[in-house]
């Protein structure tokens, strides 16, 4: 089947990153907006935009009904959910099948039973995968029980879930019931269902996962690991391929098992095997990812491959020309996600305009964002505002283009966790590769920038004030000029003309 | 002129005055010479005592957010007499970091909380936020209910701190 239209059921800077692909191939893109993206890049980059409406999630990016009717409206053949919202909805693709639209992804069969984590689990330990020990509910026993079979800590996870939401670390039995009960109430709210499970927590685990591209003609490949050990509240930080934990010998062998994941459920399209790695090089399987993946660049700048097309190709029927031997992988790639969040108030989401923006470019710097000058950030979605990624010969060589890109990164108006990525990346233990899950909260625990002010920041704000008081430009008494001014009315540059 | 500004509840006095085409800016006990050109709207490049500066600031309101190699201050104008005290208080009164979703309360008027005790849980974004007691005291006033919602600054508990 041809696509020659595609709609881009998502946002921000995936949804920029599909239609830019889209466009390279020379298909057609439709674009969707809630009330607050109205003025977002996806939506003037798209050839054709419907309004969703209301912007909480459910009426919006989470309506399946409201998508399906534009896709038939506007004729898209296909739809790109992106990652979130209804990429990994097994009803959305079974849906969109049955409205005669090609879902870009896998099967609602793979979907639902990758998504189900107990299910996941049996299906690759059956199939011979290393799995971590856990509780699946299947056991026949409390969940107090199943913690003492397994052993503080241990890890509460939503059943449905990903992206850490519903995520508990519990040490102790005094903690459970409260964890438990947070736990169900965030995978309620956010996948609508709170079936829980538990798995042995290890203590120094490093996250490592494989890209994994499978054609709708039984052909599998991987394009390799990304490390993903740099976390916060187990969602991803900064991401890294190669990574330095694992030898040839080990990268063939997850690699190996990563391909037996895929091939065990007949997996279609692009996808991601996530391993945890512990300290005795002993891999387990922790779930599939059965969509694109948010660090999905890092794989693109280091293989030279461009996964969203391949996504697209092998949704069309294609087959998949790459062969496991001919891909290589050269030099590093690191990737940091710039969120709108303030690391040092327990990394609370920050709302607000983005008054000034001004990107570091050169050599092997890849931007990937769906926001722009003047940009209002809402409470509505995922305070991510940006990936920054870079390419370089080797580790050491990509980390200081990585700090150096950071250090030139201006966003102002917003509090974003920019001086919070600079500090892990120049913090010894990354430098040294001397990383696991449990890295920002051994490093930076109580992380705070707090500093004071330097007079060259004082200087610049007396002369900025003084210019703006009204006396350089001889408009007058300086005081009345600028104290007179309501807080709220004179916003950032636009108040001056030139 | 003297201008004043405030940054984690210290006090920072700047005395500014113009000196042909450069500035005068006395900081603390130094003074420097400093020459400025605004190269486009809030980027500067600053010659301090011959030294060259490259910076960025954003104003809004009262705020100021500069950049300056590599890091972002944001701190306010305050008025001329303004006391650090105004600005470290402890506070009564908590207000919401977030705009969300009351999901869970776990005080009642007149409880008497430890340091630490979480009162209100608010979900934004799908996470969860702990609004925790800052110090062990009296809950006077609990704002919010289950199922409310919450914009960001409201005033979500007013507390007494037990001496």
Redesign the interface.
Known sequence: MEITKILVANRGEIAVRIMTACQEMGILTVGVYSDVDAKSPHVEMADETFPLGDPTPSASYLNMDKLIDIALKSGANAIHPGYGFLSENADFARVCAKAGIKFIGPTPEVIHGMGDKIEAKRTMRDAGVPVIPGYTGEEKETLQEACQRIGFPVLIKASAGGGGKGMKIVRSMEELDEAVASARREAKSSFGYDELLLEKYLPKPRHIEFQILADEHGKIIHLFERECSIQRRHQKVVEETPSIAIDDELREKMGRAAILAAKTIDYTNAGTVEFMLDAERNFYFLEMNTRLQVEHAITEMTTGIDIVKWQIKIASGEPLTLEQEKVTQRGHAIECRIYAEDPEKNFMPSTGTLQTVELPTGVNIRHDTGISQGYKISPYYDPMMAKLIVYGEDRKDASRKLEWALSNYIALGITTNIPFLRAIVKHPAFVNGDIDTHFIETYFGSWSSAKTLPSEVLIAAAIDDMKHSGVVEGMGDEKTEHETASPWTTVGRWRIDS | ?E?H?E??G?L?P?R?TRDGEA?S?G??D?S?R?E?K?T???Y?A?T?DGKV?K?????????????????????N?V?AGARPADFDKLPSSITS????KV??VGAVDNDIVEAGQVLI?I???????QIKAPYAGKVEKINFKLGDQVD?GELLVQMEKTE
């Open positions: 002129m201008l500004y940054h984690q210290k920072y700047v500014i500035f800016i900081v603390g130094k420097f400093v400025s605004e486009k709207p809030g500067f600053l301090i500066t910076c960025n600031i954003a104003t809004e309101g009262n705020q100021r957010h500069i950049f300056i190699n590599g890091d972002v201050y944001r701190f104008r008025e970091p977030i705009s969300g999901t869970a849980t979900e934004a974004m799908k996470m969860e936020y960001i």
